[in-house]
Nanobody
Framework: VQLQASGGGLVQPGGSLRLSCAASGPAFHSYVVAWFRQAPGKEREFVANIAGVVRGTIYADSAKDRFTISRDNAKDTVYLQMNDVKPDDTAVYYC???????????????WGQGTLVTVSS
C-alpha cells in the first residue's frame, strides 16, 4: 500500500482544513487508517483512526469534538476534517495504514510522506 497525504497549509486559529490521504494498492478498504502528527521538537503522536469496513473510530483527546476522520473506500481515500484549529495543532500530519485497530504507532506498517499544517494569524 502506498499513501499520499495532502491538504496541509497555513490556516488561522479557529479556521478549518481538510487533509486527504489517497492510497494505492490492493484491498485498501480492509486497512485501518490513522492520522498522526509531529510538531517541531516533539514525538509523533496519534490523532485519529478509522477501521476499514465497519468504520469505527478512535480520537485523541486533543482531536475530539474538533476533528472528524472519514473514508471513501470507492476513492481509496481517508480524510481528516479539522475545525476550530489552534496553534497547538501546528505539525506535520502523516497518514498510516495497518491491520490492527489501535493507537499504537508501531502497529502501522505503511506511511505517507506527511503534509504540513501551520496554524497562525
Amino acid at each position: 500500500v502506498q499513501l499520499q497525504a495532502s491538504g496541509g497549509g497555513l490556516v488561522q486559529p479557529g479556521g478549518s482544513l481538510r487533509l486527504s490521504c489517497a492510497a494505492s494498492g490492493p484491498a485498501f478498504h480492509s486497512y485501518v487508517v490513522a492520522w498522526f502528527r509531529q510538531a517541531p521538537g516533539k514525538e509523533r503522536e496519534f490523532v485519529a483512526n478509522i477501521a476499514g469496513v465497519v468504520r469505527g473510530t478512535i480520537y485523541a483527546d486533543s482531536a475530539k469534538d474538533r476533528f472528524t476522520i472519514s473514508r471513501d473506500n470507492a476513492k481509496d481515500t481517508v480524510y481528516l476534517q479539522m475545525n476550530d484549529v489552534k496553534p497547538d495543532d501546528t505539525a506535520v500530519y502523516y497518514c498510516a495504514a495497518g491491520v490492527v485497530f489501535t493507537k499504537r504507532i508501531n502497529a502501522y506498517s505503511y506511511w505517507g510522506q506527511g503534509t504540513l499544517v501551520t496554524v497562525s494569524s
